[in-house]
């Protein structure tokens, strides 16, 4: 992962929005409809490529495939391994449950989820090395076209993936988890083969308490998420720390938040995470104030902070000086050389569904870019 010691690099959480054709596409062979699969293969690559010039036009540093041959970050795996099938819908996020009239407005607003929430249902293996070795080849291409400082790969990580794809199959949780370990490590020991940082999606670790774990209390929540950390450690043993890093988050969408569990209570585990690098929310106005938790915390040396400077789910678009400001609090932390800007999540996450419109996306992660420019400035012309 590389660092700078001259500038603040800037990068994003992964997911960016797809063309109409890549979601078509996408839908039809997540329904089981017909689809030519020369045109779907055609189209996939001309996404990473059009995703990727957009980035580096944007003044990204370190940049992605944008997610484009998924669905979903977190269910697409169905799709990769046997063992997963039918669709199995989780009770409303704690925060959204008591507002059904919300709820029906995001609907109208976002269109019905589409996307199969597959569950369990049998031994878990992989199956299909060839999709992500498509997508390793389109993002190299499209680096090689347009260029990049580094370039990223997404994975689910095995906790997302149990939080995401209920267990109706294995005889616990940690079993469960232990197989998508095996199946999974084939695809992280890829993407770091192929060169690419890997980042590790694991919402698992902040989200899941109010979604698809929010059956638990906090007290087993918590163990659980240690147990997933741990499962996550040994999946990427043959990883270098400094080649990965990690997205937490709370959920990427618009609502009360008012069920997310507080950062001090799961931040030490999520330091126990390998990946040098960590992603998080940090400007949305629910997790704004959390800088002074990563300022009292005891962290590692070898942490690289990538907080979230701009947000995935609302159109405003951040001024840069604000930016500035956020990424000169966070180098207090951990110096200017461990701070690198991100945003609070992707503005993809399931194909087709976003509140920010796709040109602002990019608006925004422009305005990242002069952010980073003008706390580059604060920060090496303050040391001469």
């Not at 800037?10 to 689809?35: F, I, Q």
């Not at 232990?178 to 993407?191: F, H, L, N, R």
């Amino acid at each position: 992962m590389k660092l700078s010691t001259e500038r603040i690099l800037t990068t994003h959480v992964g997911s960016l929005p797809r063309s109409t054709e890549v979601v078509e596409l996408l839908y039809k062979k997540e329904n089981s409809e017909a689809y030519d699969a020369t045109a779907f293969d055609a189209a996939m690559a001309a996404g990473v490529a059009a995703a990727v010039a957009k980035q580096v036009a944007a003044g990204v540093d370190v940049v992605s495939d944008g997610e484009t041959s998924k669905v979903g970050y977190s269910t697409y795996v169905k799709d990769r391994l046997s063992g997963f099938a039918g669709h199995h819908p989780r009770p409303p996020h704690l925060d959204l449950a008591p507002y059904p009239e919300l709820r029906e407005a995001m609907a109208r607003m976002l269109g019905k989820q589409a996307f199969k929430r597959a569950g369990c249902v049998g031994p878990i293996a992989l199956v299909d090395r060839a999709a992500m070795q498509k997508d390793v080849a389109n993002l190299h291409a499209a680096i090689g076209a347009h260029g990049a400082v580094e370039a990223f790969m997404n994975a689910a990580s095995p906790g997302v993936i149990s939080a995401f794809q209920s267990n109706h199959y294995y005889p616990s949780h940690e079993s469960y988890v232990d197989a998508i370990v095996a199946a999974m490590k084939p695809e992280y020991d890829a993407i770091h083969a192929a060169g690419l940082v890997l980042q590790l999606d694991c919402p698992d670790l902040a989200m899941a308490r109010h979604t698809g774990f929010q059956e638990l209390s906090e007290r087993e929540f918590l163990e659980r998420a240690e147990y997933q950390v741990e499962a996550l450690n040994h999946a990427v043993r043959d990883i270098p720390a400094d080649r990965m890093r990690m997205h937490i988050c709370w959920g990427n969408y618009e609502g009360p938040h008012d069920h997310d569990i507080a950062l001090e209570k799961i931040l030490a585990i999520v330091l126990k995470g390998k990946p040098a690098g960590i992603l998080f929310e940090a400007a949305n106005p629910r997790h704004r104030h959390e800088w002074a938790v990563w300022h009292s915390a005891k962290l590692p040396e070898d942490k690289v902070l990538i907080p979230g400077c701009i947000a995935s789910t609302s159109n405003y678009v951040e001024h840069p000086r604000l930016i500035a400001e956020q990424l000169c609090q966070y180098a207090q932390i951990v110096g200017r050389e461990r701070v690198i800007a991100g945003t609070d999540c992707g503005f993809g996450s399931f194909a087709g569904y976003s509140r920010v419109d796709p040109a602002i996306a990019y608006k925004k992660l422009e305005a990242l870019a002069a952010g980073a420019a003008l706390a580059t400035d604060k920060l090496w012309r303050s040391s001469r």
